[in-house]
């Protein structure tokens, strides 16, 4: 049963995914690429990490993909604004992306015998998680905050025009 | 090797790997720099399910607090881009990058 | 965290309170004057602070920071480049028109992002500092938002860092899936316990070189280098040149001490390959280019090339000759960059070679302390440069690196050409009418006194780097 979930979540992801890149309309790519982050918050929640699910539902389906349709709609772009690629260019990208999966693929089989895996479940919780990140993690989640800081006074210093009577 | 919810872990292995390669796929195939932040926020989150993933099957919840943080970092990564990319359309009018365009050599 | 946690952390702690009060002046009233000072004086302060450690200080802050002495000599290099950087921004940002407050914000909070990425040794704290520093990166790329190359320099570089971060976070999440260890320490331990490495581990290492190599711009990860050197402003330039590349190194510094890496053939020899592809492509790349901007950053490409020998080196030795090569080419550096960042006015950037032309007769000075900068580039005698590419050479023999000591030297020889080029350039009789619009001389002199300093460091540790090479063996 969750093999097959786990099967059917897995095949809409990567559809989905691939489903972004080559969608003409932008707009497409970002439903699409929603559809994929929910599949994701799908395979942690089979994975026992139901809070991490959660969290990635409102940080990505509901924050950054808002933000992108946000952005695509003010610039209105659409299919005509997609600019063309070369061919060859487009083929070597696809090469590329075929010898890294192969690269990937080669390295990483037989991994199982590797990991070492302990039985006890229950690290998803908000509880370990808290504990972990306020106890062990508390410096980076001060740095995250100076992280923040600094993408929001990028972010506010670039986007702001120039002079008022801008169009955008 | 059966873990608690019967998945073997390859399978998130060849799950997350092939995310990340339809995501760089991505970056090199478009040239529409929103789409290619998507396609970079596609490969964070392979990394994400592969850490999780890890996490889970390790018992370790370092890596899924790891995945807290990759997530701020991705927040942040777009707000500056997305300002980037309206200030590059103010003055250009297009998002239309190419990443070799102007590499003289 | 306890107290003495909290007393070895001070100099973070300073940064970014100086970022905060910098935020609230803005917020009262936008002066340059003031942000200036108070960022240039918060720098100051932070560094006499940590002048108060002992050089053995050793404070582990589990499981993610070291405050060692290695460190501290790093953050102390951090913060002197970036207040040279904050010396030379203020007459670049006087003269033109767009808000100058923030950029000594995103300085500030780039400089800590380094500083955390120096001190780490657990992946958290090392991507987080990265990052750190990418996103105000990112912003004082584009920091000139009107100039036609800067929002193309800074698109660029989003997207290729975004990239290469992905790649680092591949990378260390197979080295997680097989060790389940996050700390360098953990991963040196398993690396010890294990007899043949598994072969995701390797793949792991190998993105996590990648992701790497993107920032620090080898061969062939270099390509961005270029384009974003010339589109962002010049302090920006410099402090990507210098803190940027810098902390990387000393990150790989410590993670390689940590999984004693050099010990891997397989790793020995992609550095190998990556140093003699930069070193070769860098130099060569740079005889054609007549924008100056673009010539260092060609020429930063092959430092990093000559660098990777004396990381490769290993052990104490290699250490000891990174940190000098670093401490040589942060000062020739930030110099050139200085200089250009001095002569450039009001619309552009003096980035084009025809700029400099018979520079000579009209600001001698400016041309004599260029020509010393250019001249330790090249690792001429009596200039740190020399003595950092002697102590390089010294470590690659030691270890027999013997093809890489060869292509070191001749790539010397290419770079020397395009160094003289420019001075030749400098020496031209021919005069150009210049007719920019100048300053108050005043804001000048910090600029002059910033780079006048900089050349009396260059030619003191020419000639007796001595001081300098017993404090380095102290922190190592």
Not at chain 1, 152 to 160: R, T
Not at chain 2, 21 to 47: D, Q
Not at chain 3, 223 to 241: H, N
């Amino acid at each position: 049963m969750t093999l097959n979930l786990f099967y059917f979540l897995s095949f809409l992801a990567v559809l989905s995914a691939l489903m972004v890149v080559f969608s003409k309309n932008p707009v497409y790519s970002v439903l699409y690429l929603i559809i994929t982050f929910f599949t994701i918050a799908g395979h942690y929640i089979l994975l026992d990490a139901q809070f991490l699910a959660v969290v990635h539902v409102i940080v990505y389906a509901g924050a950054i993909m808002v933000l992108f349709l946000y952005v695509i709609m003010l610039l209105n772009l659409n299919r005509e604004s997609e600019p063309h690629k070369s061919n060859i260019l487009k083929f070597a990208a696809v090469i590329c992306a075929g010898l890294l999966l192969v690269v990937l693929v080669g390295s990483l089989k037989g991994t199982e015998a590797i990991v070492q895996q302990s039985g006890k479940a229950g690290i998803g919780y908000v509880k370990t998680l808290g504990e972990v990140m306020f106890k062990e993690f508390l410096l980076p989640f001060e740095i995250t905050s100076i992280l923040l800081l600094a993408a929001m006074v990028g972010a506010v210093m670039l986007g702001k025009s120039e002079k008022t009577n801008d169009t955008i | 090797m059966q873990p608690q919810n019967g998945i073997p872990i390859d399978y998130y292995i060849w799950l997350a790997a092939a995310l990340f390669t339809i995501g760089v796929l991505g970056v090199l195939y478009r040239r529409n720099a929103i789409i290619i932040f998507m396609c970079i926020e596609l490969m964070l989150n392979a990394v994400n399910v592969l850490l999780v993933a890890f996490s889970t099957y390790l018992n370790d919840a370092a890596g899924q607090v790891f995945v807290f943080f990759i997530m701020a970092v991705a927040a942040a990564e777009v707000a500056v881009g997305l300002a980037i990319l309206i200030m590059m359309y103010r003055n250009t009018k297009t998002t239309d990058i190419n990443i070799l365009n102007r590499l003289k050599w | 965290m306890n107290r003495s946690d909290l007393y070895s952390l001070t100099p973070l702690l300073i940064l970014s309170s100086a970022a905060i009060l910098n935020f609230f002046s803005i917020s009262i009233k936008r002066n340059h004057k003031v942000i200036f000072a108070i960022t240039v004086l918060s720098l100051i302060g932070d560094f006499i602070f940590l002048t108060s450690y002992s050089l053995y200080h050793q404070q582990h802050i589990d499981p993610l920071l070291v405050v060692d002495g290695f460190g501290i000599f790093n953050i102390g290099l951090i913060l002197l480049t970036t207040l040279v950087v904050a010396l030379m921004s203020y007459a670049y940002f006087e003269q033109r028109e767009e808000r100058k407050e923030e950029y000594y914000i995103l300085l500030i909070l780039a400089a800590l992002g380094a500083c955390i990425m120096v001190i780490s040794k657990h992946f958290v704290s090392f991507f987080l500092g990265l990052e750190v520093l990418s996103v105000s990166l990112y912003s004082l790329i584009a920091y000139l938002r009107t100039r036609e190359r800067s929002d193309e320099a800074g698109i660029k570089y989003l997207i290729l860092a975004a990239f290469s971060s992905a790649f680092l976070l591949f990378g260390m999440s197979l080295i997680y899936a097989t060790t389940g260890k996050m700390d360098f320490g953990g991963i040196g331990y398993y690396l010890t316990t294990t007899q043949d490495i598994p072969l995701i581990m390797m793949a792991g290492l190998g993105m996590l070189i990648v992701g790497a190599g993107f920032k620090l711009g080898v061969v062939p990860f270099h390509m961005w280098t270029p384009d974003v050197y010339e589109g962002a402003p010049t302090p920006v330039t410099a402090f990507i040149a210098t803190v940027s590349k810098g902390g990387m190194i000393a990150l790989l510094v410590r993670f390689f001490n940590a999984i004693n890496g050099y010990q891997y053939e397989s790793f020995t020899n992609l550095f190998t390959v990556l140093s003699i592809a930069s070193m070769f492509v860098g130099n060569i790349l740079a005889l054609r280019q007549t924008n100056l901007k673009r010539i260092l950053a060609y020429s930063s490409i092959s430092h990093i090339g000559y660098l990777l020998v004396a990381f490769l080196s290993g052990g104490s030795m290699g250490a000891q000759a990174t940190t000098f090569y670093l401490v040589a080419y942060f000062i020739t550096t930030l110099g050139a960059f200085g200089i250009i960042a001095t002569l450039s006015d009001q619309h552009r950037d003096a980035e084009l070679i025809d700029d400099y032309r018979g520079l000579l007769w009209r600001r001698p000075l400016t041309a004599v302390a260029f020509s010393a900068m250019l001249l330790s580039l090249a690792g001429i005698p009596l200039t740190a440069g020399f003595i950092a590419k002697f102590y390089v050479i010294t470590a690659g023999i030691g270890t027999q690196h013997w093809l890489l000591v060869f292509c070191l030297v001749v790539n010397s020889v290419i770079g020397l050409y395009y160094y003289i080029k420019i001075i030749a350039v400098m020496f031209d009789q021919k005069l150009q009418i210049k007719s920019a619009k100048e300053l108050h001389p005043l804001v000048y002199v910090i600029s002059s006194v910033t780079i006048a300093v900089l050349a009396v460091f260059l030619f003191w540790l020419g000639v007796s780097p001595e001081g300098m090479l017993s404090l380095i063996d102290d922190v190592i």
